[in-house]
C-alpha cells in the first residue's frame, strides 16, 4: 500500500506548534469539543434512543482524540482560513498504514437506529460526519490510541507566498538540520486547486 500524504495547514503565530510537528515529528490530538465547528458530534435519528445508549455515546465521545488533515496541499481556501492568508504553512506527513484514519463524510450528520449498539466504533462514525459547507476542508480524520500525540513522517513543508521572511529562512535551517530529507516546497497561484475524487477511501 502506498502512503498517502496528508497535510496540516498551520499559521506561524504559535511557532512552536509548527516546530513541535517538524522536530518531534508528532501530531497533536485533541477532543471534538475543542474544534471550530460546534456542530460537531452531531447525529440524528428516527427513533427513541434509550437514554443510557445516548449517555454511553457521549461518554465515548469524549473519550475519543484525533487531528484532523487535508487529502490536499493547493486549496486556496484551506490557505486563507487555515494558514493565515498564506502567511503560515502546510506541512505534509505520513502516519503509520495502521493508524485508524477516516474520511469526513459531508452533508447530513450521522442518523443513529436504536438496534444498534453504542460502540466506541459507533462514536467514531458520528464524529466523521460534517455538514456539507464544510466539504473544501476535504478532510481526514486520524483517531488517537492512547495518549496526546501520534507520530509522523514529515514529508514536505510548503511555505505560503506571504511568508515571513525571517521565520521562513528559521524555519528552512531548523529543517535542513534536523530532517534534511524533508521537501522544502514555496506555494505559488501556479499551484491552484482542481477538486479530483478522495485518494483515500475509508469506511465512515
Given at each position: 500500500?502506498?502512503?498517502?500524504?496528508?497535510?496540516?495547514?498551520?499559521?506561524?503565530?504559535?511557532?512552536?506548534?509548527?516546530?513541535?510537528?517538524?522536530?518531534?515529528?508528532?501530531?497533536?490530538?485533541?477532543?471534538?469539543?475543542?474544534?471550530?465547528?460546534?456542530?460537531?458530534?452531531?447525529?440524528?435519528?428516527?427513533?427513541?434512543?434509550?437514554?443510557?445508549?445516548?449517555?454511553?455515546?457521549?461518554?465515548?465521545?469524549?473519550?475519543?482524540?484525533?487531528?484532523?488533515?487535508?487529502?490536499?496541499?493547493?486549496?486556496?481556501?484551506?490557505?486563507?482560513?487555515?494558514?493565515?492568508?498564506?502567511?503560515?504553512?502546510?506541512?505534509?506527513?505520513?502516519?503509520?498504514?495502521?493508524?485508524?484514519?477516516?474520511?469526513?463524510?459531508?452533508?447530513?450528520?450521522?442518523?443513529?437506529?436504536?438496534?444498534?449498539?453504542?460502540?466506541?466504533?459507533?462514536?467514531?462514525?458520528?464524529?466523521?460526519?460534517?455538514?456539507?459547507?464544510?466539504?473544501?476542508?476535504?478532510?481526514?480524520?486520524?483517531?488517537?490510541?492512547?495518549?496526546n500525540f501520534i507520530p509522523v513522517k514529515v514529508?514536505?513543508?510548503?511555505?505560503?507566498?506571504?511568508?515571513?521572511?525571517?521565520?521562513?529562512?528559521?524555519?528552512?535551517?531548523?529543517?535542513?538540520?534536523?530532517?534534511?530529507?524533508?521537501?522544502?516546497?514555496?506555494?505559488?497561484?501556479?499551484?491552484?486547486?482542481?477538486?479530483?475524487?478522495?485518494?483515500?477511501?475509508?469506511?465512515?
Amino acid at each position: 500500500m502506498i502512503l498517502l500524504i496528508l497535510y496540516k495547514f498551520r499559521s506561524l503565530d504559535n511557532f512552536q506548534f509548527v516546530l513541535d510537528i517538524l522536530v518531534n515529528q508528532r501530531m497533536y490530538t485533541a477532543t471534538f469539543d475543542t474544534m471550530n465547528d460546534p456542530m460537531e458530534g452531531f447525529y440524528t435519528s428516527d427513533e427513541d434512543i434509550p437514554q443510557a445508549s445516548l449517555e454511553a455515546l457521549e461518554k465515548h465521545q469524549k473519550s475519543l482524540k484525533f487531528c484532523s488533515l487535508s487529502k490536499y496541499s493547493n486549496n486556496p481556501l484551506m490557505w486563507a482560513h487555515y494558514g493565515n492568508g498564506c502567511r503560515g504553512v502546510a506541512i505534509g506527513v505520513e502516519f503509520k498504514e495502521s493508524e485508524d484514519m477516516r474520511d469526513v463524510n459531508y452533508g447530513s450528520h450521522s442518523h443513529l437506529i436504536a438496534s444498534k449498539p453504542t460502540t466506541i466504533e459507533r462514536a467514531k462514525d458520528v464524529l466523521s460526519f460534517k455538514a456539507d459547507f464544510w466539504q473544501y476542508e476535504d478532510e481526514i480524520r486520524v483517531f488517537a490510541g492512547k495518549g496526546n500525540f501520534i507520530p509522523v513522517k514529515v514529508k514536505e513543508l510548503i511555505f505560503g507566498e506571504r511568508v515571513d521572511r525571517t521565520q521562513k529562512a528559521l524555519l528552512k535551517k531548523i529543517v535542513q538540520a534536523t530532517s534534511p530529507s524533508v521537501e522544502i516546497i514555496e506555494w505559488d497561484d501556479s499551484m491552484l486547486y482542481v477538486h479530483s475524487q478522495p485518494v483515500y477511501n475509508a469506511e465512515a
